[in-house]
């Protein structure tokens, strides 16, 4: 986790979002781009005194950020702000991928719970349009040490050790441990991929198992709870076990309150 990506409305969400990635970059000596986008939404004229004084104005902000976060920086951790005119979440891709960044770590812009980052929220693009596993923060959530992760997977397996990489970083960096969370379909299900025994090896891990009850996130939702977890990891493929677990139904809104942060990895596989 040398290079994280911490995009930013200088919003207290926001800030509580930025206590992870100080965190995070004090463990590793990684560095810390703090990222502001703004957009106009007219060609106008009329408007470009207006750009330039929003420009101008998320700059000065952006200056007093750093000015705030230098201090907490320890050993070799660094840290810079960039102001970029555009819309948040092409920016935001764009710049991890090129930027070879190791993390994206954001908030969630207001979303009260899990689901709800699924529900059109920038952190939601920026997870489907980007191969970078990104650390979402829900609204609200003050920093608090990870000591507990649960790994929350499907029958899929992971296709490569890179996958988890980001994963076992941190949970060794922070001496957590990490709970695989499995929801079994019964005669269907072909349980655990024994890969990810492998490829958790350097990190204290146990493996769960639950048959199928109350859907999948009522499940996940009673594990994290249970278990006082501090951070939740998933998987995000094509239209896999990531999206089911937050489909939006017209008929059926299920509450996946759980109030941790979600660290999103990414199998394209």
């Not at 050790?161 to 019964?186: D, E, M, N, W």
């Amino acid at each position: 986790m040398k290079k994280i990506l911490a995009p930013t409305d200088f919003s207290p969400n926001a800030d509580n979002a930025l206590a992870y990635a100080i965190d995070f970059a004090n463990k590793c000596g990684g560095h810390i781009t703090l990222l502001h986008t703004y957009r106009l939404y007219s060609s106008a004229a009329v408007f470009i005194s207006v750009e330039s004084l929003m420009e101008e104005d998320a700059r000065r902000q952006m200056d007093a950020l750093l000015q705030r976060l230098e201090p907490q920086l320890r050993g070799t951790a660094s840290i810079e702000g960039k102001v970029v005119r555009g819309d948040a979440v092409p920016v935001i891709t764009d710049m991890a991928e090129k930027g070879g960044y190791s993390l994206i770590i954001m908030g969630t812009q207001g979303a009260s719970g899990l689901k709800e980052i699924f529900i059109g929220s920038t952190a939601n693009g920026v997870m489907k349009h980007t191969s970078v596993p990104v650390l979402a923060i829900p609204n609200g959530f003050s920093f608090r040490p990870i000591k507990k992760v649960v790994f929350a997977i499907d029958a899929g397996g992971i296709s490569h050790p890179g996958v988890t990489s980001v994963l076992v970083q941190i949970a060794k960096k922070c001496g957590a441990r990490a709970y695989v969370f499995h929801q079994g379909l019964g005669e269907r299900d072909d349980g655990i991929d024994p890969s990810i025994d492998i490829y958790l090896d350097d990190i204290e891990h146990s493996f769960h198992y639950e048959l199928e009850a109350d859907g999948i996130n009522a499940s996940i939702n009673s594990f994290v709870a249970d278990y006082d977890a501090d951070l939740l990891c998933m998987v995000r493929r094509q239209r896999g076990f990531l999206e089911e677990a937050f489909h939006v139904s017209a008929t059926t809104r299920e509450v996946f309150d759980s109030p941790v942060p979600l660290l999103v990895l990414h199998d394209e596989e």
